[in-house]
């Protein structure tokens, strides 16, 4: 668990799948995975569930409206649950349009976030890099869906609540007020989603392409469309500000960038409003870099609906697994060549429930760094940073003591 914030976990890693690939663990309670083969295993049988069987909400949050949100997430779902939202969910989520307005929008949020995070920080350099990680994912998929831009700090606010509250859910004794704060999240995010998909989403687009395609689908169901589109921010708030964290970090320790890329990102961001996607081709390499080698979300978790027999061990009903998917990367050693093809993105999961988010989440990030880089900010000071945020699954890079 401990890995997940270490300054370099990958040795470790390496060897967990090598040598344990698939081990109880006494200390945990947990069954853990790890290593390409056993992992892909795990997230491929049919005995393991994304939540604890008959168990979808947890306790914690379940007497409130972030507990009926949660219920109703393909994330958290298994069966017909799942499989009646998941490939609608995904081919929607391609239909995300990619053209130079789309992504002048993403600029034009992303600047957006910079300015907000100096109101809310003001001058510290490291503290207003923490905040706009988290904020700039949420204000450029806000644009991108079409929410107006008067309900970009708020929205990023509310899923800030909502996220902290699911973490808060997770902890042996969460803390009442952050669950309040969850709940109260929740109840304005489902509205907003109602209200983008009624009338307020931004004319001409996704969100109002949603929501005909919603209306010519008979089957559709409308509560469960609007919690899985909150659930599109909330998958995103952790994992993007880890992509783009992780990258910056990169960066600053001059793993991938030499002056004169530097110099071409800053030249690039001159002209940021009228850039051409090749002009962020230095972020997107740093991107692509950084979910092979240096990946946000490094843990999930598998619960056994019924008995089984995985990977030569037998578990019973109930046991629990994590999943280290960090662990299933090939290092750098061993692929030769930083530019060697992946075989696969492991952060965004595997099998039934992999992130449908992916290309979303590579453009987002890759026009974040590329601000962070054109904003003119030394990164220097930030070379020998090895601080992460406390969370037990995502890799946040801090920046701030
Ligand atoms: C760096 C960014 C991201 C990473 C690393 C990431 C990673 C993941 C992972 C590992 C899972 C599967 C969890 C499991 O199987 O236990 C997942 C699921 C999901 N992600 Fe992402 N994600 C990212 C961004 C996004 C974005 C931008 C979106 C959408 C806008 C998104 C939407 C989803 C959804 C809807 C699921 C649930 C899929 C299912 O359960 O079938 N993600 N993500």
Partial sequence: ????????????????????????????????????????EVLRHPACGVRPAGAVVPAALSHGPAGAWFGALVRMNDGAAHAAMKPWLKTRLAALPSDRDSLAKLHEATQAACADAYLACGKTSAARLDDFVFRQPMYALAAWLGVPSTQWTEVHADVRELVAAMAEAARPSPREDVLDAG???????????????????????????????????????FSALTANIVGLFTQTHDACAGLIANSVRRFARGASMTASMRASAAASME???SASPADLRVAIKTVSDVIRFDPPVQNTRRFLHTSAVIHGRTLAKGDVIL???????????????????????????????????????????????????????????????????????????????
């Fill in 271 to 273: 002209r940021s409003m």
């Fill in 1 to 40: 668990m401990d890995a997940v914030v270490h300054p370099d976990p990958y040795p470790y890693y390496t060897s967990l799948a090598a040598h344990r690939p698939f081990e109880f663990d006494a200390s945990l309670g947990l069954w853990v995975t790890a290593g390409p083969h056993a992992v892909a």
């Fill in 183 to 221: 709940h109260t999240a929740a109840t304005a995010m489902r509205s907003r989603a109602i209200r983008w998909l009624e009338a307020d989403a931004v004319p001409g687009t996704w969100l109002q392409e949603t929501a005909r395609s919603a209306a010519r689908n008979e089957s559709a169901d």
């Fill in 323 to 401: 999943v280290v998917l960090a662990s299933a990367v090939r290092s750098p050693d061993e692929v030769g060549d930083m530019n060697a093809t992946d075989d696969t993105a492991w952060t965004f999961g595997f099998g039934a429930h992999a992130c449908p988010g992916r290309t979303p989440a590579s453009t987002i990030a890759a026009i974040g760094v590329h601000a962070i880089l054109g904003g003119g900010e030394d990164l220097a000071p930030l070379r020998n940073g090895t601080a992460y945020h406390p969370l037990p699954n995502a890799r946040i890079a801090r920046f701030s003591a």
